[in-house]
């Protein structure tokens, strides 16, 4: 007689609890552990390109900052190549492209400097804009939520992008574009990020 098969019962999801930070940003957390914190240094001092600031915030449902976020940003450099082991020698000595950085736990806000990436040849040999992916990820959020950071200065290359372009309502594709001022002669762009609500930011699923 066949042996009866048991199955065990799905577990209760989890979110990224209340210690994500010490694990993943432990000096912004306030735990003096690494001599450097990891994820600070996205463009190295040898990268070519404008330097920009990008910041922002989180925001939930109800309109009010998000205080406990971990973001991550990947980028390609501003020649428009991603520090990857398949592109060496291809990107700056020290060039990186990838962050992470919190959220002041009083203010909600967060913020980043890196150079401006260039256009990225993306599938089907497409252009795509410049861009920086980001993910993000708090208590809450059960699964880490991806979107993109395109810069309100690059419009005709992000009207031609072909991941802006399968966004069917064309209203929505402005959550995804940071806005540029000068202030004080440096460039920022301001990205808030809209986790629901009338003006949710677009994810990806990824």
Do not use: C
């Amino acid at each position: 007689m066949p042996q009866q098969l048991n199955y065990l019962r799905e577990t209760p999801s989890q979110t990224a609890g209340p210690y994500v930070h010490i694990g993943l940003a432990p000096g912004s957390a306030g735990f003096d552990i690494y001599s450097e914190e990891l994820g600070h240094d996205i463009a190295g001092p040898n990268a070519k390109g404008e330097r920009i600031r990008v910041e922002g915030l989180v925001i939930d449902g109800t309109g009010s900052p998000i205080k406990d976020v971990l973001l991550e940003t990947w980028q390609a450099n501003a020649d428009g190549i991603y520090a990857h082991p398949e592109h060496l020698g291809a990107v700056e000595d020290g060039f990186r492209g990838w962050g992470r950085v919190i959220t002041d736990f009083n203010t909600g806000e967060w913020g980043f400097d890196t150079i401006k990436p260039g256009a990225v040849m993306g599938r089907n040999e497409q252009m795509m804009a410049p861009h920086i992916n980001l993910w993000v990820v708090a208590r809450g959020i059960n699964v880490g939520l991806n979107t993109r950071i395109y810069f309100s200065d690059e419009e005709t290359a992000n009207a031609a992008d072909p991941v802006m372009n399968i966004i069917e309502w064309e209203r929505r594709r402005q959550t995804l574009i940071a806005q540029r001022s000068e202030p004080d002669g440096k460039a920022v762009y301001r990205f808030d990020v809209q986790i629901q609500g009338q003006n949710e930011t677009v994810f990806f699923d990824i």
